[in-house]
């Protein structure tokens, strides 16, 4: 079967591979992937006794649930990213005034790919 093959559901009507993505070079779309990325990824985290504690506490401060409390740690972790490759930093403070510059234990490449 190839992708002219392949018919995905769009917004109810059905449509080809190469409707959904004509002549174009690089990946293909494909139902599985749709799929794939309408659901996300399920992942498994091993966590120590004092990181499962620690994340009870945020939630209970927080009223989130796990996946929303990772789902903001990974937006923070994006804003860090971001700051650090504009030559910045990601501090906190009040009223305008820095009290801590954030760092974390590692180097952020200066491309996406890494």
Known sequence: MTAKDVALEAKGRR???KEAAPETKGPRITAEGIASEAKGRRITVDLNLSATVEL???KKATGLTTSELFR???NLLRVYIRAKRGGGDLCTGKQGKVER???LPFVVSES???
């Open 15 to 17: 449509i080809t591979a």
């Open 56 to 58: 009870d506490r945020l």
């Open 72 to 74: 903001h740690a990974f």
């Open 101 to 103: 510059i954030i760092e």
């Open 112 to 114: 996406e790919g890494g």
